[in-house]
């Protein structure tokens, strides 16, 4: 079973740090995406990454995916209230469907 | 509608009742995916179809749970005597194609077992 773990779970920050979750697996992933959840609805993908070592922006958002695509990170820069929600990575084995992280939780405090 | 779209958006239940929770998923999608989130947690994968194939049942928790896709379109998730531990968001997704694919979340239903 392929596993996605990301780290932190929680993370409560003040309007205007800047901030990085993880995802991390023992397992090698064709392409990894990113979701973000806002509360009351459903995921949305923000990105996608398919190559060992790249960089994706989406403004203040920064994805890299790691050299061995068996990891990936998210950084934001001057966090908003906005960027409030679930983010969730998930990985694409080959053929079978994504394996989604259990997610970490962010709340942006103005 | 151009999304994924889930009825009801909302539904309480009794303890012991069945509930029927439907799935809509975007015109020509030929995968379709259910997952449960229960509160303040990440998705948990119940069951996937993809085109002609026999569905992915392997998440499915328990007998009580099933799930039918007819023509290749429309879902509907089946919870037969429901429990209060089944109160959670059940969301649905819909890709083009199976495997890694981007996929497109309905806004859930939220069921609360009384």
């Known amino acids: 079973t392929q596993l996605l773990e990301q780290s932190p779970q929680f993370l409560s920050i003040q309007e205007g740090e800047n901030l990085t979750v993880y995802c991390n697996s023992s397992s090698v992933f064709s392409s990894l995406q990113w979701y973000r959840q806002e509360p009351g609805e459903g995921p949305v993908l923000l990105v996608t990454?398919?190559?060992?070592?790249e960089v994706k922006k989406l403004k203040r958002l920064t994805f890299q995916f790691g050299d061995a695509r068996k990891d990936s990170s998210l950084h934001i820069t001057a966090a908003q209230p906005g960027d409030t929600g679930l983010y969730l990575c998930?990985?694409?084995?080959?053929?079978?469907?994504?394996?989604f992280g259990k997610g970490t939780r962010l709340s942006v405090i103005a | 509608g151009a999304g994924v779209s889930q009825s009801p958006s909302n539904k309480v239940t009794e303890k012991g009742k069945d509930v029927e929770l439907r799935c809509d998923p975007i015109?020509?999608?030929?995968?379709l995916y259910w997952y449960r989130q229960s509160l303040g947690q990440g998705l948990e994968f119940l069951i996937y179809?993809?085109?002609?194939?026999?569905?992915?049942k392997s998440g499915l928790p328990s007998d009580r749970f099933s799930a039918e896709r007819t023509g290749g379109s429309v879902s509907t998730l089946t919870i037969q005597r429901t429990q209060q531990e089944d109160s959670a968001v059940y969301l649905c997704?819909?890709?083009?194609?199976?495997?890694?694919?981007?996929?497109?979340f309905g806004p859930g239903t939220r069921l609360l077992v009384l």
């Open positions: 998930a990985g694409a084995p080959g053929n079978t469907p994504l394996v």
């Open positions: 179809f993809q085109g002609n194939s026999a569905p992915d």
């Open positions: 997704a819909s890709s083009l194609g199976g495997g890694g694919e981007t996929q497109y």
């Open positions: 990454v398919v190559t060992g070592g």
């Open positions: 015109s020509g999608h030929t995968a």
